[in-house]
């Protein structure tokens, strides 16, 4: 394979001219171009950790016309951006659809978030000993005129991916802010994206958002991954500090599914940790899961920080969280995600005279 030019396109995307004798012959020399740029850079005594995604297009397989030629490998850049970080995507005719499809969703989902098509539904957090209800998560979900409620998986990483998850995200702040004060005294989470956590003024905007609305700080929760907290600079971190000293709770999200350390967990505000369902489905059936659960419950307890289990769906696995010591559960053991109405019911009935939560499989009133 024989370099023919190389130029930079943007500060962040460069174009390589290749000459092959065919296809195959260029998959080595892209595999160590990945490895090469995968390796740590040192900057002023930083440890930089870079990475790269290659979209590929062939001349004459796809098209003679040069300019038409880095348009497709463009569309297999994006795709490869959109599988994950550090891969390599050849073009393929039906990736132009997939990315008319995309385009559509994009154009639909800033209007649906201008136009009032968004909607929050909220699933329970309870307590492990009592069972009480102790908060709730606020999700997502998208009521499309055509296509009915449209689950999160379906648009978020779109959104991501087109920048419309930093208007996301800050309408589902402020409607969950809006919608929290009706469900007394219970704390109400909301999932940050990354990319929403980095803009400039995000601790403003949430500010806002609590004092507009009258909800109390200290009953809001920001869940942000894993790989949120790996990301992070200083103004995250700013951001972040300030929202805790003002009262806001900072969950990590999915704990264990990444490679946070306790490092990062000490270097940032956290005061609770969500231990991923994936850990959570395996309790009573793989021993390593027991371990992974049990070691990270620890861990939280020493650093004062609240632990909650993700994904509980049965008895077995409440057992194990209640003997490891785990302070709050989540999952369809308790409720799906419901209305905000079935929300406040809930809690109705609760804080009755002598009321007590109902049992686990009496909450399948899911409006998910």
């Known amino acids: 394979t024989m370099p023919l030019c190389f130029f930079r396109m943007t500060p962040m995307e460069f174009v390589l001219y290749l000459i092959c004798a065919e296809r195959a012959e260029v998959e080595p020399f892209l595999d160590t171009l990945l490895s090469v740029m995968q390796q740590p850079v040192r900057l002023e005594g930083h440890e930089l ?66 136009h009032g098509q968004m909607a929050l539904v909220f699933q329970p957090q309870v307590d492990v000993e009592s069972e009480r209800i102790v908060g709730f998560e606020a999700l997502v979900r998208w009521d499309h005129p055509e296509r009915g409620r449209l689950p999160p998986e379906t648009f978020v990483p779109v959104a991501e991916r087109s920048r419309l998850i930093c208007r996301l995200d800050n309408w589902v702040m ?143 696995q409440l057992r194990f969280l209640r003997a490891f010591g785990a302070q709050q559960a989540q999952g369809f053991l308790f409720s799906g995600p419901v209305s905000i109405d079935a929300a406040q019911a809930m809690l109705a009935d609760q804080n009755a005279p002598g009321g007590r939560p109902r049992p686990p499989g009496m909450r399948r009133n899911v409006d998910a």
Do not use: W
């Not at 490869?80 to 154009?107: C, Y």
């Open 49 to 114: 950790q870079i990475g790269a995604s290659i979209g590929v297009a062939f001349a004459p397989e796809h098209t003679d016309d040069p300019g038409e030629l880095m348009r497709l490998a463009d569309i297999a850049l994006y795709r490869a951006k959109a599988d994950g970080r550090g891969l390599v995507r050849f073009f393929a005719p039906e990736l132009e659809q997939d990315i008319r499809n995309r385009r559509t969703v994009e154009l639909e989902l800033a209007e649906a978030i201008d």
């Open 174 to 316: 402020r409607r969950a802010c809006e919608l929290g004060r009706r469900l007394d005294d219970v704390t109400v989470s909301v999932n940050m994206s990354p990319i929403s956590l980095r803009q400039p003024n995000i601790a403003d905007l949430i500010l806002e958002s609590l004092a507009e609305t009258g909800f109390e700080p200290s009953r809001l929760e920001i869940e942000i991954t894993e790989s949120a907290i790996i990301q992070a600079d200083v103004e995250v971190n700013a951001a972040l500090l300030r929202l805790r000293e003002s009262g806001v709770r900072i969950a990590l999200d999915d704990f264990g599914t990444g490679h946070a350390s306790l490092v990062h967990i000490r270097r940032f505000p956290v005061t609770k940790i969500k231990i991923d369902r994936s850990f959570i489905s395996n309790l009573g059936t793989e021993r390593d899961a027991a371990a992974i659960v049990e070691y990270v419950v620890r861990l939280g307890r020493s650093l004062g920080i609240v632990l909650t289990a993700e994904g509980v769906e049965t008895r077995e």
